[in-house]
Structures are given as structure tokens and as C-alpha cells.
């Protein structure tokens, strides 16, 4: 994949507000070769399977990695000690989500939001933290890792994190992992249009479709393909449109072949023989 417009994306804003977060004027600036080091980190990692880590809920119930599997999941890194950048990036998190549940099922899709600073993104932070972003999806759940393993599990999706003096600096982005836990996109910044959320979730939701014939899968492959962004709103519908121009174009079909084999059927029967005795 090429770098230049996911560039185009983490440049277009200043790299303290989208890349690594709002800084203080002495804290570490990130220059452009950052920038790229970061992008390249994240990217290199699309098609890796993810590890079966193990965390801790809200409620202090240990949950693995594999627990997730089955469905599409959509990984956050945030930390509950940041003020700014990581409330405003879940904010916006929970109205793409919100609107991606209202899209193709409440179901659908799972969503982990997990705490990297550890041993300080308790359960009991992280409950405090969803309560405050107002998280109520069931299928949503903040998750503390295990200290030791942090530094591995941020390298696992690619996430470039650095200590500062005003906590940390780090890639904003949300990591979409399929089904059988292998990383399949990487969405950046606080702020990004819709479609880049929904489409790589549509694509794992109707590769799965696919894999078995039921009435519930035929329903889901309709509804993916009937569920279209409309610029105009911000929004994603369902295109009735769709089922009218199916139906015309079957009810064409249909008298067509009506036609033809109609035609086929009249060439084929005999002609009446005239009896010339009379």
C-alpha cells in the first residue's frame, strides 16, 4: 500500500493534535520521518495474526483475545489519565460505531477500547472513563492488559507510543481485526469520513456471508449491499431503490425468456393439414 495518502491523512492536520496527541510547547515535537516511521510500524502489520493476549474487564472478569474472535472487532489504544485527545477520539469513536450498529446490526461488530498505561488503566479507571464517554454498547468493552505485556501488545497493532512529561504521545487509530483474529485495516486520526470505519467492517461481514448458505446470511449479503453512504447526511441508509430496480430488472428478464420461449415453442408445432376431400 502506498504511504502517500495515509500521509496525505496524518499531515493534512498538525501532528500534535491527529499523530500524538496535544503536547506542551517543551515536550517531544515529531517531524515528518516520525511521522513515516509510524505509518510504515502501523501498516506492517495488516495480515499478521493477532496473539491470544489476556486482560481484564470493567468488572474484573479475565477475557482473551480468542474470546473476541467470531465476529469482526475494532481495537482502540487510549489511556485514562489523557484530558483531551483520547476523550474527543472516543467521542467520535462511539458516533461511527453508533452509526455502523445502526447500519448493520447491533450485533454485528465488537468493540475493545484497551488502557496501555498500566499498572495505572485499572478496571476501575477504565469503568470510570466509559461512564464519562457515555459507553453503554453491549459489545463494547475497555480492557486492561497485563503490565509485561504492553510494549509487545502495542507492537503487535502497530501502535508507536512515547513517554512524555505530560503522559504519553501516540498513534491515533483504530485497528479492524477479522473474524479469526488477523489485522485487516488500520483507520487514523480523531476525526475521519465514515466510510473508512464501515467499508473494511461491510467487506469482513459479507466475506463471511458468503462462507455458508442460510437465510440469515442471504438476509446479511442484502443488507450490505443495500446499505450505501449518503454524502448529503453523513449517513449510511438502506437503498429501497435497489429492490425496485432488481424487480424491474427480473420482471424484464422474466418476459423476455416468456418471449422467447413462447417463440420457440410456436416454431416447433406442427401446421394444421388442410384436407382437400371436401
Known amino acids: 500500500m502506498s504511504l502517500r495518502p495515509i500521509m496525505r491523512t496524518f499531515l493534512s492536520l498538525s501532528l500534535s493534535s491527529l499523530l500524538l496527541g496535544a503536547l506542551p510547547a517543551q515536550a517531544f515535537t515529531p517531524t515528518e520521518d516520525d511521522s513515516i516511521a509510524a505509518v510504515r ?29 467470531g465476529k469482526p472487532l475494532v481495537v482502540s489504544f487510549m489511556y485514562t ?20 450498529k445502526d447500519s448493520l446490526g447491533s450485533d454485528s461488530f465488537r468493540v475493545v477500547s484497551i488502557g496501555f498505561n498500566q499498572p495505572f488503566d485499572t478496571p476501575e479507571a477504565l469503568t470510570e472513563f466509559a461512564t464519562k464517554q457515555g459507553i453503554k454498547h453491549v459489545n463494547w468493552q475497555f480492557l486492561a492488559p497485563r503490565q509485561a505485556d504492553v510494549k509487545a501488545l502495542l507492537a503487535e497493532f502497530g501502535v508507536s507510543v512515547k513517554a512524555t512529561t505530560a503522559g504519553f504521545d501516540h498513534v491515533i487509530q483504530a485497528t479492524v481485526v477479522d473474524r479469526d483474529g488477523v489485522i485487516y485495516r488500520q483507520v487514523y486520526g480523531d476525526a475521519f469520513d465514515l466510510p473508512m470505519f464501515m467499508d ?30 449518503d454524502p448529503r447526511s453523513g449517513k449510511y441508509k438502506f437503498n429501497y431503490s435497489i429492490f425496485v430496480e432488481l424487480f424491474a430488472g427480473i420482471t424484464f428478464l422474466g418476459a423476455l425468456l416468456w418471449y422467447l420461449i413462447h417463440g420457440l415453442r410456436s416454431r416447433r408445432e406442427p401446421k394444421p393439414v388442410k384436407d382437400d376431400s371436401t
Open 41 to 69: 510500524a502501523s501498516q506492517a502489520v495488516i495480515g499478521k495474526s493477532v496473539s491470544d493476549w489476556r486482560f481484564i474487564d470493567q468488572s474484573g472478569k479475565e477475557v482473551r483475545m480468542s474470546d473476541l474472535r
Open 81 to 100: 489519565g489523557c484530558f483531551q485527545v483520547c476523550p474527543t477520539t472516543t467521542q467520535f469513536l462511539k458516533r461511527a460505531v453508533q452509526s455502523a
Open 200 to 229: 473494511p467492517i461491510k467487506q469482513l461481514l459479507s466475506g463471511q456471508a458468503e462462507k455458508a448458505i442460510s437465510v440469515e446470511n442471504i438476509w446479511l449479503k442484502v443488507k450490505l449491499y443495500c446499505t450505501v453512504y
